[in-house]
């Protein structure tokens, strides 16, 4: 029987001065300090009030640098990317983990024995995953955030009471696949309770994917045509004619908080049509389940964008976190010119910045993205897997670019004011400094 371990190994001590030296930014904790933004040399860079790294994400690098240090002797595998930052993933790789699956992919599961170690990532893994380590007899170190277990929790929910989950979510993201797994009502082992029977599920990514399950809720339609559409996203045996009668919404946490809401009152509104109010509570059910992270860095995101647009926004992260591609979306939404980097070398110059568009697989090379503005003001975010050292990287380059003496920068920076901070601010600053202690 493999062991399954869901917490720290109390070795943050140990862990802590890596970390700090890994992934901290001096800069970046003093513009949190000093009001998040700095103007020097004609140019302004602006932070968004909540960015970067999230408490889950920091409980999972945690504890994979613990289990590293705990284990110095074993193997450990990891099942997919840790997070979707290619920095962190790549520090994981030199400290000798494998990983199962993702673009860093250098083991298999069949290779796994009881003598080595299993880390489930911040997403967490599927139950067939789960089960396939627990026959090895491997041990267990399950990082997976509390905000996407809830989200399990109710799909699970949505099996026993018959209801088919319909969850907004990517389909090939490692999130939404575990998540998927809990929606068919099987347990995984460890966390769960089989429900006994085959729960039911079906991932539309957006609000046009979601209109067309609407409109077959209220009107019918083509069979075969819904299948081939969600071939990837429904559960096995799925049949749309007869399991559209009752939908418990779900999603994957960090899609764009907007969205899913106007997902559940579409699905609602589709289902009064059909059934009438009365019947619709029978019928259908939901759940906010955007965590409070993605919740937090969009509402910043929104706040910088009314206030003082910025003349262009800078978005970093990996190009496969869905939450940080949602922030990019965000600003392009408000005709912004919006940026979504992955690192300070993509500013190349002031006239060339290589980043990834919004839904493309490559990077591509833009040129003239510099404002004209003759003291521009530049909005810097980072979503929920980016290390501040990058976002600090990133911040330096721009003042950089802009031909500012970085010491003499630096040192505007040290002398800013710093403001009063509300009780909340204090409570938000401790909580982020997790990684200094
Ligand atoms: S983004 Fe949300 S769900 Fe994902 S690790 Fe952070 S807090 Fe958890």
Redesign the pocket.
Known sequence: MADYHRKYFGLKKEVAPVLEGTYASRLVDLLRLKGYEVAFGGLTVKLAKEFGF????ER?IQMAYETRRMFPHKRIFITAEI?HNAYVNKQLVEMGCIFLNGQYKNGNFENITADDVVILP??GASVEEIEEIKKKGAFIVDST????VSVWNNVHRYAKDDFTSLIHGKYSHE?TIATASRATGKADGYTGIDVGKQGKYLIVRDMDEAKYVCEYIIRGGDRDEFLKKFKHGTSVGFDPDRDLERIGVANQ??MLSSETLAIQGAVRAAFVQKYGEAETQQRVRSADTI????QDRQDAMGEMLQRRRPDVMIVIGGYNSS?TGHLAEMGIEKGVPTYHIDDGTCLMSKNEIRHQPIGAKENVVTENWWPRSAEPLIGITAG??TPNNKIGDVFVRLFELNGADLDEMMASVEALPTPELTEEEKRKLERMKILHH
């Open positions: 999230c408490v889950g994400v999972s997070i911040a997403f955030c509390g905000a996407v999130e946490t960090t965590c409070s992270a993605t939450n929920a897997s």
